[in-house]
């Protein structure tokens, strides 16, 4: 296995290590009711985390590797500290696989989720050279479908009854972004971070 390391300007996303710190780093993420409502099981224990992470790991060993899970961590902390969230690239078919994440509560609403996308897209169709990439969010995940929008993805449609729990069906959103629409999101991305060039009168 070669391990993935991606690295933001803010976050760092890493394999799992069967380490305590990783453990409870998922736990906090996983284990929380408010964040687990708009995930695809009930919230889990720290037992059923660790057992996860195992899981992980035994996917990382296979080949082809057809399943990345991997832990979210804030640059700023250092190396091997533990995750504040969890992301997710996983193989479906030819070129094409799905993405998603999952971020510990108290680190909403700083972008965190927009990066990781933008990290996992660009290894996805860059690293990995795959054609499509898709996500499905809750419909009331309003804050999932802007992330994904904002980078470049496309509603494709609603599906409905896509999944059983807590007693009840559950429609989704399916968004989907192509490897050519990718290269326009990075250029566009490039020529806003450039900005406006000098004016004929500037110094």
């Not at 394999?15 to 906090?28: C, I, K, Q, Y």
């Not at 995930?39 to 296979?62: G, H, V």
């Amino acid at each position: 296995m070669v391990p993935v390391q991606l690295t933001g300007p803010r976050l760092a996303i890493r394999e799992f290590h069967h380490t305590p710190g990783d453990v409870d780093g998922l736990h906090s993420v996983f284990g929380d009711p408010e964040t687990a409502r708009y995930l695809p099981f009930e919230a889990r224990d720290r037992e059923t985390c660790a057992d996860q992470i195992e899981l992980y790991l035994e996917e990382a060993q296979k080949d082809p590797r057809t399943v990345y899970r991997l832990a979210v961590t804030l640059r700023e902390d250092g190396d091997d500290v533990p995750p504040i969230g969890n992301a997710v690239l996983g193989i479906e078919g030819r070129r094409a696989a799905f993405i998603g994440y999952a971020l510990r509560r108290d680190t909403w609403g700083r972008g965190y989720a927009s990066e990781i996308t933008r990290l996992l897209c660009g290894f996805g169709f860059e690293t990995l050279r795959l054609h499509r990439l898709a996500a499905r969010v809750d419909p009331a995940n309003t804050a999932s479908s802007r992330v994904l929008t904002k980078a470049g993805f496309q509603l494709e449609g609603r599906i409905r009854h896509d999944l059983y729990l807590r007693d009840t069906w559950h429609d989704a959103l399916q968004y989907s972004l192509l490897e050519d629409e990718w290269e326009q999101v990075k250029h566009q991305a490039v020529e806003q971070a450039s900005g406006p060039g000098p004016g004929p009168d500037a110094d």
